[in-house]
T-cell receptor, first 125, second 110 residues
Framework: EVLLVESGGGLVQPGGSLRLSCAAS????????MSWVRQAPGGGLEWVAD????????AYVDSVKGRFTISRDNAKNSLYLQLNSLRADDTAVYYC??????????????????WGQGTMITVSS | QSALTQPASVSGSPGQSITISCTGT?????????VSWYQQYPGKAPKLIIH???ERPSGVADRFSGSQSGNTASLTIAGLQAEDEAAYYC??????????FGTGTDVTVL
């Protein structure tokens, strides 16, 4: 079964840091670009960041540039998101997501096909 | 990286067809054929229902269809069913490996 399981969420004070993890199983993790998408309480979806197969290609939404860092460990089948200088408007459920199967091995995301269950981050004093 | 514009809500009676619009710019929707649509129930992760504008993943009902004209994409749900009551989001590639989602549309089945 193809599975993504996020962890690491919690309550953090403004200005604090947190590291999210996403454990992948059931597919060849190292063959796919991977992404983080977030959703504020009662709000819409927002793409946050993505990373290519070897970890050297990355992209971020403007609002997190310089504060968040996406990374991966293909040996551990894991995706990470380091969140620094957290602000109240970073409060959200954070999902990791995988593109469709046809994107395996290529420079392709196209869409977000497989999603984790999400992990909640609350930034509050 | 401004969110794509969707109507906040759309409603229809069972059996009817509804269409949700998603308006962007030439830098996102209009520049690429990479629009996707997601269905999300409260408290659940989104589910991909349309990718590459018109493609339906395996297992998605053929009542769902997508289209695009210029900077606007659309999702049509034909033969509306009670189970279609959910939030729907569009998403487009924005260049440079960036993506932008729509503001979301709540579908109500009357």
């Amino acid at each position: 079964e193809v599975l993504l399981v996020e962890s690491g969420g919690g309550l953090v004070q403004p200005g604090g840091s947190l590291r999210l993890s996403c454990a992948a199983s059931g597919f060849s993790f190292s063959s796919y670009w991977m992404s983080w998408v977030r959703q504020a309480p009662g709000g819409g979806l927002e793409w946050v960041a993505d990373i290519n197969q070897d970890g050297r290609g990355k992209a971020y939404v403007d609002s997190v540039k310089g504060r968040f860092t996406i990374s991966r460990d293909n040996a551990k089948n894991s995706l990470y998101l380091q969140l620094n200088s957290l602000r109240a408007d970073d409060t959200a459920v954070y999902y990791c997501a995988r593109p469709p199967e046809y994107c395996s091995g290529g420079g392709c995301i196209d869409a977000f096909d497989i999603w984790g269950q999400g992990t909640m981050i609350t930034v509050s004093s | 990286q401004s969110a794509l514009t969707q109507p906040a809500s759309v409603s229809g009676s069972p059996g009817q067809s509804i269409t949700i619009s998603c308006t962007g710019t030439s830098s996102d929707i209009g520049g690429y054929n990479l629009v996707s649509w997601y269905q999300q129930y409260p408290g659940k992760a989104p589910k991909l229902i349309i990718h590459k504008v018109i493609e339906r993943p395996s297992g998605v009902a053929d009542r769902f269809s997508g289209s695009q004209s210029g900077n606007t994409a659309s999702l049509t749900i034909a033969g509306l069913q009670a189970e279609d009551e959910a939030a729907y989001y569009c998403c487009s590639y924005g260049g440079g490996w960036t993506y932008v989602f729509g503001t979301g549309t709540d579908v109500t089945v009357l």
